[in-house]
């Protein structure tokens, strides 16, 4: 029991000292999964408003395809762009295996049903009677849409941040296209696997509250979003 006690107690000594190493993989991996967050949201957003709000032939089947799709395992993920993006992959020549926009690129294809279905549920679950009383009101369809994506915002918003946790929490996908590269491609799950395993439990210890410290602020603002 004392090297754990004596794990944590570096661990909380790395974060109140801003350890280089720790702040170095905490903001690596808080720019890599905002920025994955954003270009998912920016893409599946106006595709769940797409799907929601018209009527096409398969419409439910790919609604049940991106559902499934939530539980895509990371491995999965990042055995697919491994091979798109080796250099015998159609985009090989982007040279992104093993870079950070290679592991971002991975999080964006993880985190693009979930985003895109929970905006799908949150438009569509919206009462008929707000558009009834929009169309009626004389709106044109720029104006319907950005009066449904007003009332549905907190739902929407709620959708993009589990988008971020699903992204924030992976490791599979990291770590098979980043390569885990120190000071390049390493983040705080992959981190938090390697040093495990090399036995440097203090900062696996460190890295691990500061996941679950993030874990809990976006929990905490998915609550506040539902309660409005």
Do not use: W
């Not at 009332?151 to 390569?179: K, L, Q």
């Not at 938090?192 to 509250?209: C, H, K, Q, R």
């Amino acid at each position: 029991m004392n090297y754990i006690a004596e794990g944590v107690y570096q661990a909380f000594v790395m974060i109140i000292t801003l350890n280089p190493d720790v702040v170095d993989i905490t903001l690596r991996t808080l720019t890599i999964t905002l920025s994955a967050t954003l270009i998912a949201s920016v893409i599946c957003i106006p595709l769940g408003i797409y799907i929601a709000f018209n009527e096409f032939y398969g419409r439910k089947t790919l609604i049940s395809v991106i559902q499934t799709l939530y539980a895509l395992p990371t491995v999965v993920v990042g055995l697919v762009m491994y091979m798109i993006l080796s250099n015998n992959g159609p985009l090989g020549f982007l040279d992104l295996l093993f870079t950070s926009t290679g592991v971002m690129l991975g999080q964006v294809v993880l985190i693009l049903p979930i985003i895109t279905g929970l905006t799908i549920s949150a438009l569509s679950n919206l009462d008929s009677t707000i558009r009834d009383t929009i169309v009626s009101l004389g709106a044109t369809t720029g104006q319907f849409f950005s009066s449904m994506i007003l009332e549905a915002r907190f739902a929407i918003m709620s959708a993009v941040i589990m988008g971020f946790s699903r992204a924030i929490s992976e490791v599979g996908a990291a770590i098979m296209i980043g390569g885990n590269i120190k000071g390049h491609t390493r983040i705080l799950t992959t981190a938090i696997t390697l040093e495990t395993n090399i036995g440097n439990f203090s900062l696996s210890v460190a890295l691990g509250i500061i996941l679950l410290l993030i874990a809990l602020t976006v929990t905490m603002i998915v609550s506040r979003f539902q309660q409005s």
